[in-house]
Each structure stands twice: as C-alpha cells, then as structure tokens.
C-alpha cells in the first residue's frame, strides 16, 4: 500500500491500529477522540495507545505478537524529518501512517484560542508551547492532568478542522484531521 488513500484502506481492511503518540498531549487528544468514537478507526478495533517514537522499542515492544487480525502503526508526529523505519521482519506486516501535527501539536490550542494569526506572524521566533505559556497563560500546557480538563472531543475536531484549513499539508501527507471520522 503506498497511494495517498492508504489511510482509507486500512480502515476499510479492518486493520486493527497501534496508535503511537510522540507526547503526553498528543495522547491526551488521541484518548479523548477515541473515547468519543470520533476516529476513522472504530473504538474497539483499536489494539493500543502508547507513547513511543523509537521504531526498534515499538518493534520490541509492540509487534512481537501473533495477532489475529491485520495490524497496523499508525503515528502522531510533529517533526517531518524523525526517522521512523521498521526492520524488515516488520516492514510488510505492519502499514505505518504517520499524521503530522506540525511545527506541534500545541498549535491546536492556539487555533482553539482564536490566535493563530497573531502566532503565525511570529511563527519563526515562537514555538507553539512557548506561545500557548508565554503569550495565552497556558503556563501548564504540557502537564497530563492540564489538557484533560481543556480538551474535549468536540473543541479538539474544531481545532484539526481548522488546522487543515490554515495550514499548508504537503500532497500526500496526513494531519490529525484526516484520523477524524468525516460525520465526528
């Protein structure tokens, strides 16, 4: 599977996914979208939620299984340039898809917040976190316990909405929006 609709045939193939979140944030959104059943991936289909980025610690860690249905990685990133490369025992069984939340996945919040002009404008000098601390008072942006209470499933789909409205995706590429059931 290598086109640009591969997302779409895995859901269809019934792929049970491994979904592989690079923060705390980042599993925070994916648990509350799952907990809501908003993702493309039906709730009870999905195998795991785990934070991890190391290829060789999901293969030692993850894969190393018999499953009983197809199976397959799919990642939230935000760095376009991290490697992520299974071993060849693993390549061809397991379809990675990678969603990219880039420069970060604080960047929804700042959407959230109605700031991403302001942001924007000074893009290139602030990350989104120092943004979110510095400038919206989200001092605890990158705490567990923080995100829980200001995300909920309805305002993080908004968000991944107008994320792939504003943002430029690259052809053949993914972002959070594209996990999200189209009627969520």
Not at 120 to 136: A, F, G, V
Request: proline share 5%; aromatic share 10%; net charge negative.
């Amino acid at each position: 599977m290598g086109s640009d609709d591969m997302l779409t045939q895995l859901v269809e193939r019934h792929y049970h996914p491994i979904i592989l979140c690079e923060g705390s944030a980042e599993r925070v959104i994916v648990q509350k979208l799952l907990d809501a059943d908003a993702l493309r991936f039906p709730k009870d289909e999905v195998v795991d939620v785990v934070r991890r980025v190391s290829a060789a610690n999901v293969q030692n860690d993850l894969l190393n299984f018999d499953f009983d249905w197809p199976v397959c990685l799919v990642r939230i990133a935000d760095s376009r340039h991290e490697a992520f490369k299974l071993g060849r025992l693993y390549a061809d069984r397991f379809p990675v898809v990678t969603a990219f939340t880039h420069p970060e996945i604080e960047v929804l919040a700042i959407i959230r917040q109605g700031e991403w002009e302001r942001w924007h404008k000074r893009k290139s000098k602030t990350k989104p976190s120092d943004y979110c601390s510095q400038q919206l008072g989200m001092k605890e942006i990158k705490r567990t316990n923080y995100l829980e209470e200001y995300w909920d499933a309805p305002s993080i789909i908004a968000a991944a909405r107008e994320y792939r409205r504003l943002s430029h995706i690259p052809r053949g590429e993914y972002c959070l929006d594209d996990l999200i059931r189209p009627d969520a």
